[in-house]
């Protein structure tokens, strides 16, 4: 990137005539301030020797500004208001952050610094992702977009409903996972995906969480960003491996054995801890106030309600309950896919005990078939519990399980 400009910790607040060149390493989506009800806009700029500052655009400088500062591409920037950081952003903003308004000047370079910019990233193999399930962890992921779902509503813990849409990723080892993507996304980079999406597009994505939805899956957060299709040395490398593997890959897509396996072969690759202080007692689950915690419990699970219906019809898009029939295409009404498809879906009520206490629990899905011994079609034409359920629920020994609590 040259080195006859300022750097960026050469430039603080009051200081005159300066330009720094840098690439714009991450672009996030406008959002709207908590506190007021002013739109803004954050990036992460990087000079040639890697350092970072974030700048922000607001109000109708992010239409002004929406065709310049290109994710990836390099500019020349001067007159920016420089400020000092508020000090309970200074861990994840940096000391310094910029404004750019309407009076800072920007100049494009031809320049090409994606390995620079590449060589930022740190990405978590998808056979890893379990270490990181529901932890605090940003992971970043490299993956070919093979498939995009329609829309869906879901409920926050909150209350409020927003919409997501789910991408379906898959690695140089043919293992795929769902990626979840969050209202900020969808305009943008799902519409996008949605109109290119037999292009074979490489996604680079940093800022993500792993969650134990749908057994394991990525999740989008406010601070995630996206390459699509970026210009790095990585991408072509997969893009011609995309290219020498496009029957299998192909084949993949026509038959989407991916919807079904993607959750349950991830999870079982869920490291289970080793330490018993790692395990958590039910006593201390029992009347939890604070919902959406996960645990890991050493126990065992029985049947106490053996008049129970061990499964339902689901949407095949969002896994809500469809009181259509077997096989129906029909709009459903919790995510608005307009060709949902009626399936049946495991589930069972049971009651997981350890020596300090019991708490009621479902589950659905694959963890369902599991104890039930049997899948959903097979069920779906079955009044009772089958024998081998029976069985498996009556050994007399522990099993471990990881857990959701919710209200």
């Known amino acids: 990137m040259g080195d006859k400009f300022q750097l960026i910790h050469d430039v603080s607040p009051g200081t005159a005539g300066w330009t720094v060149k840098v690439v714009v390493a991450e672009k996030f989506s406008p959002r709207v301030a908590q506190r007021s009800p002013t739109k803004y806009q954050n990036l992460v700029l990087m000079d040639s020797e890697g350092s970072t500052v974030q700048a922000t655009l607001y109000g109708q400088n992010i239409t002004a500004f929406q065709d310049e500062l290109i994710l990836g591409k390099t500019y020349l920037i001067s007159n920016a208001l420089v400020k000092e950081t508020n000090a309970e952003y200074k861990a994840k ?33 998808f056979e890893d992702l379990p ?23 879901i409920q926050t813990r909150f209350g409020k409903e927003c919409q997501v849409q789910d991408l379906v990723l898959i690695n140089k080892r043919f293992d795929t996972v769902l990626l979840t993507m969050w209202e900020a ?21 940093k800022h993500l969480k ?18 699509i299709d970026g210009e790095f040395e990585l ?23 991916y919807l079904t396996s993607t959750p349950s072969k991830l999870f079982s690759k869920l490291s289970v801890p080793t330490d018993e202080k790692d395990f958590t007692e039910i006593k201390s689950i029992q009347g939890l106030k604070t919902v959406k915690q996960f645990f ?14 061990y499964w339902y019809m689901s949407c095949n898009n969002c896994n809500k309950i469809s009181s259509e029939n077997y096989g129906d295409i029909y709009p459903c009404v919790f995510c608005e896919c307009t060709d949902a498809k009626a399936i049946p879906r495991a589930k069972i009520y049971m009651q997981l005990s350890d020596p300090t206490g019991y708490i009621n629990a479902t ?13 959903a079609e097979i069920l779906m034409n079955q009044t009772l519990i089958p024998t081998a359920a029976l069985m498996h629920l009556s050994m007399d020994e522990d099993e471990i399980f990881y857990v959701k609590a919710i209200t």
């Open 93 to 125: 903003s940096g000391e310094i952050q910029w404004t750019i308004s309407g009076r800072t000047r920007i100049r494009r370079v031809e320049e090409n610094n994606s390995n620079l910019l590449i060589s930022t990233y740190s990405f978590t193999d």
């Open 131 to 153: 270490k990181y399930m529901d932890s605090n962890v940003d992971i970043s992921v490299i993956g070919m977009i093979i498939d995009i779902k329609p829309r869906r509503i």
């Open 185 to 205: 996304f969808l305009d943008n980079e799902c519409k996008y995906i949605c109109q290119n999406l037999k292009k074979k597009l490489v996604l680079i994505g």
């Open 210 to 227: 792993v969650t134990s939805f749908n057994g394991l899956s990525i999740s989008t957060k406010a601070d995630s960003s996206f390459f």
């Open 235 to 257: 991408v072509e490398e997969f893009k011609s491996w995309t290219h020498t593997n496009s029957e299998i890959i192909d084949n993949m897509i026509s038959e989407k054995h």
């Open 296 to 309: 890991w419990i050493k126990g065992r699970a029985s049947v106490k309600i053996l008049n129970q219906t």
């Open 363 to 375: 589950a659905i899905g694959n963890p369902a078939e599991y104890f039930l011994q049997s899948n």
